[in-house]
T-cell receptor, first 113, second 109 residues
Framework: DTAVSQTPKYLVTQMGNDKSIKCEQN?????MYWYKQDSKKFLKIMFS???????INETVPNRFSPKSPDKAHLNLHINSLELGDSAVYFC????????????FGPGTRLTVL | RKEVEQDPGPFNVPEGATVAFNCTYS??????FFWYRQDCRKEPKLLMS???SGNEDGRFTAQLNRASQYISLLIRDSKLSDSATYLC??????????FGSGTRLQVQP
């Protein structure tokens, strides 16, 4: 039983393309997140949603647009991909009252050529 | 200055050794502290919370020094399976976690 799942696991694409990454959690959590882990291994918060409502948007370029159709899903759409977008993107979820106990998905390794 | 700083390592230790990692944080308003573990090419997972009084979970002991803004993790009797990157994590109360870049541990037979 996968708790937090992401698709695809690997994504290789050309500069300028538009791509989406999907995330689903079956833990019944109210809060979901997107993180970016770059080549230096820093894991940085990008977005946080609570019950489909945007809570945190950490100075991410507006080429990145999260979409939460319901509280179990938080998808990430990226327009006009750039070389610097290459990274591993992790989705995570947490209970609303224990937001510091986060459960991460397996990650999506994005490579922009 | 980074919000959370860690020595990247790697720390190469033999099985059975005791190893300690340190972490410093810059925001004195930080409220909660954690250690997460990340295996190579895997997702981070919560290892343990860090309390002011210190806490222990089996071979792992975490301590917090608020005055010095310093967090530590001690691993006793290292196992091969402890090899991973250990991420120091701070909650500054913004409903988001700030992660350090991690300290890599390699336990050798």
């Amino acid at each position: 039983d996968t708790a937090v799942s992401q698709t695809p696991k690997y994504l290789v694409t050309q500069m300028g393309n538009d791509k989406s990454i999907k995330c689903e959690q079956n833990l019944g959590h109210d809060t979901m997140y997107w993180y970016k882990q770059d080549s230096k291994k820093f894991l940085k918060i990008m977005f946080s949603y609570n019950n489909k409502e945007l809570i945190i948007n950490e100075t991410v370029p507006n080429r990145f647009s999260p979409k939460s159709p319901d509280k179990a899903h938080l998808n990430l759409h990226i327009n006009s991909l750039e070389l610097g977008d290459s990274a591993v993107y992790f989705c995570a979820s947490s209970p609303i009252k224990v937001y510091n106990e986060q459960f991460f998905g397996p990650g999506t390794r994005l490579t922009v050529l | 200055r980074k919000e959370v700083e860690q020595d990247p390592g790697p720390f190469n230790v033999p099985e059975g050794a005791t190893v300690a990692f340190n972490c410093t944080y810059s925001n004195s308003a930080s409220q909660s502290f954690f250690w997460y573990r990340q295996d190579c090419r895997k997702e981070p997972k919560l290892l343990m919370s860090v309390y002011s009084s210190g806490n222990e979970d089996g071979r792992f002991t975490a301590q917090l020094n608020r005055a010095s803004q310093y967090i530590s993790l001690l691993i006793r009797d290292s196992k091969l399976s402890d090899s991973a990157t250990y991420l120091c994590v701070v909650d500054t109360g913004r409903r988001a976690l700030t992660f350090g870049s991690g300290t890599r541990l390699q336990v050798q037979p």
